[in-house]
């Protein structure tokens, strides 16, 4: 069974940084992509940033120069490092993965970025 461990989720001051994690377990090939999305309260999900196996990441414009996205293949482990948070920010942020065709999600973690 496909697990995925969301971590690093929290309260933060603007312009202040989180981490999060997520650890893929239950898999048995290495996920061809792996990224995160965000959905804020009374909004859609949308992307955050995503990677592929072999490292090429592509990142929603609102975050480009603040979040990055890096994977450890060895840990089938996706990061997302959040820096100059705003309030716009807040939202869960869901981790997602794609192991040959199929999509997996997370259940998400909780951001809150305070002004």
């Known amino acids: 069974q496909v697990q995925l461990v969301e971590s690093g989720g929290g309260l933060v001051q603007a312009g202040g940084s989180l981490r999060l994690s997520c650890a893929a377990s239950?898999?048995?090939?290495?996920?061809?992509?792996m990224g995160w999305y965000r959905q804020a309260p009374g909004k859609q999900r949308e992307l955050v940033a995503t990677?592929?196996?072999?490292?090429?990441?592509n990142n929603a414009d609102s975050v480009k120069g603040r979040f990055t996205i890096s994977r450890d293949n060895a840990k089938n482990t996706v990061y997302l490092q959040m820096n100059s948070l705003k309030p716009e920010d807040t939202a869960v942020y869901y981790c997602?993965?794609?192991?040959?065709?199929?999509?997996?999600w997370g259940q998400g973690t909780q951001v809150t970025v305070s002004s």
């Open positions: 990677i592929t196996s072999g490292g090429s990441a």
């Open positions: 997602r993965i794609v192991v040959r065709g199929y999509a997996y």
């Open positions: 239950g898999i048995s090939f290495s996920p061809s992509v």
